[in-house]
């Protein structure tokens, strides 16, 4: 059986994505903003820790480009961009039913 390996393709950004993802908490804020846009008010009080750690969290999410937020009046919004994050918690998502 002869391996072929594309040679062109670097996977640099998605090895960095998954470096971020790596943390549970990142993992979990992922998920959740693959199913419906938030506020960090609501990420916090979803996952039950300090606004610090979940705006350091979403900082970290934001410069990879797996995340971006849009202001809303006062707030700002979270949502997932990444389709090659998208993709990876569809299947993750598959894969617990």
Known sequence: MTLAFDKSK???KEAEMLKVLGHPIRLKIAAG????ECNVK???ECLGLPQATVSQH???LKNKGIIE???????VHYAV????VRRLMGI???DQQ
Request: proline share 4%; glycine share 8%; aromatic share 12%.
């Open 10 to 12: 670097e996977f640099n």
């Open 33 to 36: 903003l693959c199913t419906q």
């Open 42 to 44: 609501h990420i916090w």
């Open 58 to 60: 979403l900082a970290l």
């Open 69 to 75: 937020g849009t202001r809303e009046g006062v707030e």
């Open 81 to 84: 961009v990444s389709p090659f």
């Open 92 to 94: 993750m998502d598959d």
